[in-house]
């Protein structure tokens, strides 16, 4: 069974780091897109970007440029989103999603990250 | 940022049939497959619909998708109190960097 495991959920205070991941399996890691999506409180959702595992090819949506760094550490199958300085707008729950054929699926469980001072 | 219109809500009484639409530009819509997605609540998307009108294995027939132009249309019949969630469209944009693009979504009600 192809599954997205995410990591557990984060309480986080502005200014602080966070990385948060994603471990594929059951489906070779490195010859899907994976892609990062955000939904903030009672919000739809938002691309943020995405990553191919096997070279590392990353892109970003317009809004999430140099906001937040997409990586992948193929030897492990895991994709992972990263924040240097976080903000109170940055509270949401984040998905990712093995992108193939132009549509997401599966989708992790999701993230909830949560900035509060 | 929602480049892919959807109206806020529809609903129906059980039984029924509810249409929910997706409307896009030629560089979405118009030029590359439509996907449609189910959130139930508190929990993560699942896909619905792919390339158009293709249902995954275990989703019931009672989902259909299609497309025209640069839009698209989710048709759920039959309706139930399960299918009580809310359902996004979702595309590639041939204009954007990352590329992909969701609707606003779409919250169904069962009466």
């Known amino acids: 069974e192809v599954q997205l495991e995410q990591s557990g959920a984060e309480l986080k205070k502005p200014g602080e780091s966070l990385n948060i991941s994603c471990k594929g399996s059951g489906y070779t890691f490195t010859n899907h897109w994976i892609g990062w999506v955000r939904q903030m409180p009672g919000k739809g959702l938002e691309c943020m970007g995405i990553i191919y595992p096997g070279d590392s090819d990353t892109r970003y949506s317009p809004s999430f440029q140099g906001q937040v760094t997409i990586s992948a550490d193929k030897s492990i199958s895991t994709a992972y989103l990263q924040w240097s300085s976080l903000r109170a707008s940055d509270t949401a729950t984040y998905y990712c999603?093995?992108?193939?054929?132009?549509?997401?699926?599966?989708w992790g469980q999701g993230t909830l990250v949560t900035v509060s001072s | 940022q929602s480049v892919l219109t959807q109206p806020p809500s529809v609903s129906a009484a059980p039984g029924q049939k509810v249409t929910i639409s997706c409307s896009g530009n030629?560089?979405?819509?118009?030029?590359?497959?439509v996907s449609w997605y189910r959130q139930l609540p508190g929990t993560a998307p699942k896909l619905l619909i792919y390339?158009?009108?293709k249902r995954p294995s275990g989703i019931p027939d009672r989902f259909s998708g299609s497309k025209s132009g640069t839009s698209a249309t989710l048709d759920i019949t039959g309706l139930q109190t399960g299918d009580e969630a809310d359902y996004y469209c979702?595309?590639?944009?041939?204009?954007?960097?990352?590329?992909?693009?969701f609707g606003t979504g779409t919250k169904v009600a069962v009466l």
């Open positions: 979702g595309t590639w944009d041939s204009s954007l960097s990352a590329g992909g693009v």
């Open positions: 030629s560089s979405n819509i118009g030029n590359n497959y």
């Open positions: 390339e158009n009108n």
């Open positions: 999603a093995r992108f193939i054929a132009g549509r997401l699926d599966p």
